[in-house]
């Protein structure tokens, strides 16, 4: 929010954000919470998982596309569960890059959907085993509460934007960043479990809390605005106007 020349005020959708930046002691910043959310009415829950892994998001370099490969070959080699990619390449070497190695590794489980309507994308995820999403750049990460919306567990790169948002949550699991073997262990893991032991993981009292409270763009944008109006009144008062 910017006052004449200076900010009055930033706002992050993370603790871990802010971290990032170096603004920890930052008096003028403040996390939005709830900051993102999705409709529960738009995630249709499928009512049986099928046998695939699923990834969805950006397909660029920063957000793991390029480790997918290494992780999933690990994961499938143990299960033999297919991997479904949800959505485009945002450039041609990153693409050419990732069909080589699903080439040379012999992957014949991946298939690419390209771009899917937020319908068919949390359709798609409702059916997954698990999500893998080792991306290395995050501030919330978005698709982590589409999928958990969808009843689908999550294993992702521990990194401090969406630690800080899921931590604690037992249906997102973290392993180290770039240890693509600790995260093929921890898909094997859930997609090993039995319905009763998947079905408690994804409605954990936690995760359930979690998503209720992430469940309405009004309550995102009228906390937000409740904050400005604060501020608007805070500097009203000191006469900064």
């Known amino acids: 929010v910017l006052m004449g020349k200076e900010f009055a005020k930033i706002f992050f959708v993370s603790p871990g954000q802010m971290a990032n930046l170096g603004l920890r002691r930052c008096d003028k910043c403040e996390v939005l919470r709830p900051a ?5 009415s738009n995630c249709r829950r499928a009512a049986s998982k099928d046998n695939f892994f699923a990834f969805a998001g950006r397909m660029v370099a920063n957000k793991g596309i390029l480790e997918l490969p290494y992780i999933y070959a690990e994961a499938a080699r143990r299960t033999g569960a297919g991997l479904v ?8 070497a990153t693409e050419r890059a990732f069909a080589r190695e699903v080439r040379r590794l012999g992957l014949d489980g991946v298939r690419l959907t390209g771009w899917l309507s937020k319908e068919e994308l949390y359709w798609l995820l409702s059916r997954a085993k698990a999500l893998l999403y080792p991306s290395y750049s995050d501030s919330f990460s978005f698709v982590i509460l589409e999928s958990l919306a ?25 392993v180290r960043e770039f240890d693509r073997r600790a995260m093929a262990e921890e898909a094997v893991r859930l997609a090993a479990l039995g319905d009763d032991e998947y079905s408690a993981l994804v409605r954990d009292e936690r995760v359930l809390s979690f998503l209720k409270e992430h469940s309405s763009w ?24």
């Open 218 to 241: 009004d309550v995102v944008a009228e906390r937000f605005a409740e904050r400005i109006i604060a501020l608007g009144r805070k500097r009203c008062a000191s006469g900064a106007f």
């Open 36 to 40: 993102l959310a999705v409709d529960p």
């Open 85 to 92: 990619v949800a959505g485009r390449f945002h450039d041609s």
């Open 150 to 174: 969808c009843g689908t567990p999550v294993v992702a790169y521990d990194i401090p934007g969406p630690r800080s948002v899921y931590g604690g949550l037992p249906a997102v699991r973290f």
